[in-house]
């Protein structure tokens, strides 16, 4: 009897061992899908951007937002 129950536990034990591993494929997908929904949602800073911000937004720190010169009388 133990020799049986032995014999089914080592024919059964290494099939219920089997990890669920994503391919490499899946996980590239994944990472390149998280990549686009940052890059579409973050902010442009370069020199040419106009954005609208809307919302409620708390600031600390300091902000620095220089004046530009005005154009001169003529």
């Known amino acids: 009897m133990h020799k049986k ?4 536990f ?3 034990a290494p099939i219920s061992a089997v ?3 994503p391919s490499t494929e899946y996980v590239q997908q994944q990472i390149a ?3 686009a929904t940052a890059v579409s949602s ?4 370069s020199a040419s ?3 609208t911000m809307a919302g409620t937004y708390t600031i600390t720190g300091t902000v ?7 154009p001169t009388a003529e």
């Open 5 to 8: 129950l032995l014999t089914a």
């Open 64 to 70: 620095y937002a220089p004046t530009p010169t005005l």
């Open 19 to 21: 990890a669920n591993i």
């Open 10 to 12: 080592l024919i059964c």
């Open 33 to 35: 899908s998280q990549i």
């Open 42 to 45: 973050k902010v442009d800073t």
């Open 49 to 51: 951007a106009n954005q």
